[in-house]
């Protein structure tokens, strides 16, 4: 694809000539011991923040009888984050060019930091609430970073190795959130889940500032105000309109969930053709240019797929352990380890294997193992042997673990330079938006058939467990559009300037 090749625009070289990071990396095909510093501490850092958008999860029933809050109030305790998250991440692909790599980490952490301790030390609901808002500004900015440093120290040759690291990042840290609440609360008070948390962020923090460079060159350039409103409107009122999907479900929700897909939909219809027009002069809040890469789009409609799988199975299969099967908290955290920490394992050897042998050999099997896995799930009863579902969970693990690295790494690979930090903001936008369209989806579809089943004389068990076939059955149909799209993927191996050569397929 002539965008693959595509040299770096004028202005757009690393700055510091001296150290060159993103020519010198390419020409040794080595990380100098300064870049790989700044990757590591990022990677680290963008691990902790991530693991909170999913840990208070398993919380939710034991905050609600500390604070005497409702299910629907405690709901807002996750809500609130994604919300947070997919209104600030659009923003981060213009921080990202408007300032340096050091005082964006010192903002993304120090935001993190503080709401981590406004959460340990909160007295009630609505300071917890103030505290979730505040850590996930930190953690939309931090991804968003990760990904666009990377692309910019790492020559091309030795991305799929580093993306794979970031892979565990992306899939492993929310997947194992769970597991590590319920680990903390069947010894600890809930407040342990901020206070262990803590001293990591700050460390972090500390570390970051201390050895922590600038590798990128701001471009001084006004931010669009309207851009910034008209986002939080649409990816906002997206995200709401979801999760009020799968809590009308339930019977709750604070109003019709189709108010806030309307006005989030219209939104984001005015926010894209607002970007059209000012990326014309370079001035776009979020560069929907990313989107003219073929392999960008494709990979990036993939990844929607998987991710809905994802936080599907990460809100319906806890349920299932523990309503259905009878299976305590602490156990079902045990239970899901194993695949959080397989998936872990395999993001650097699928790294490695995307640099040696290209995307292909590792998204068609992921995609259709995923696919495999959920059609299994789907005939789970209330009678199915506990070590079928992690065999179940592991494999599945293994499917997104062999998906996740080659279709980012590619899809960034594929933008010129200068939109690295663009298509960062939309990796980070799209995780979001198909975070919650899973959760909606399954649990809407889990809540419904239960009630169905209940109506027709089915005891509680076996109504649940009815639904949630269903859920895992309307995964299983969403996988298959995964293992479709996978055959359409065409990932091309971006070769390193010494290696001018027909890319790999």
Known sequence: ?????????????????????????????????????????????????????????????????????????????????????????????????????????????????LGTLVSALAPGFEVLLAGRVVQATGTAIMMPLLMTTVMTLVPPSSRGKVMGNISIVISVAPAIGPTISGFILSILDWRWMFWLVLPIALAALTMGLLRIQNVTEPKHKPIDVLSVVVSAFAFGGLIYGLSQLGEAA??????????????????????????????????????????????????????????????????????????????????????????????????????????????????????VLVSLVFWGLAMMNETTPVFLVLAAHVCLSVGLGLTFTPLLTSALASLRPELYSHGSAVVGTVQQLAGAAGTALFISVMTLQSAALAATGAGEQQALAGGIHAAFLCGAVISVLGVVAGFFVRLPEVAAPSEAGVPVH
């Open 1 to 113: 694809m002539p965008d693959n090749k595509s040299p770096l625009a004028p202005g757009q070289a690393p700055p510091q000539p001296p150290q060159a990071p993103a020519e010198s990396s390419a020409v040794g095909e080595k990380l100098s011991p300064r870049d790989r510093t700044v990757i590591t501490l990022l990677l680290v850092s963008a691990f902790v923040v991530i693991l909170n958008e999913t840990i208070m999860g398993v919380a939710l029933p034991r905050l609600m009888e500390d604070l005497d809050i409702t299910a629907g109030a405690a709901q807002w305790l996750t809500t609130a984050f994604m919300l947070t998250m997919a209104v600030v991440i659009p923003v981060t692909g213009f921080l990202l060019q408007r300032f340096n790599t050091r005082p964006v980490f010192a903002a993304a952490m120090s935001l993190f930091s």
């Open 250 to 367: 339930h019977g709750g929700g604070t109003m019709p969930a189709w108010l806030p897909l309307v006005v989030g939909g219209a939104a984001l219809l005015l926010f894209v053709l607002r970007q059209l027009r000012l990326q014309r002069t370079d001035r776009a809040l979020l560069d929907l240019r990313t989107f003219a890469s073929r392999s960008f789009t494709i990979s990036i409609l993939t990844v929607v797929v998987l991710m809905m799988a994802l936080f599907g199975m990460i809100i319906v299969l806890p349920i299932y352990l523990q309503s259905v099967l009878g299976l305590d908290p602490l156990a079902t955290g045990a239970l899901l380890l194993p695949g959080g920490l397989v998936m872990g394992l395999l993001g650097p050897v699928v790294g490695r294997i995307y640099d040696a042998r290209g995307a292909r050999i590792l998204v068609l099997p992921g995609t």
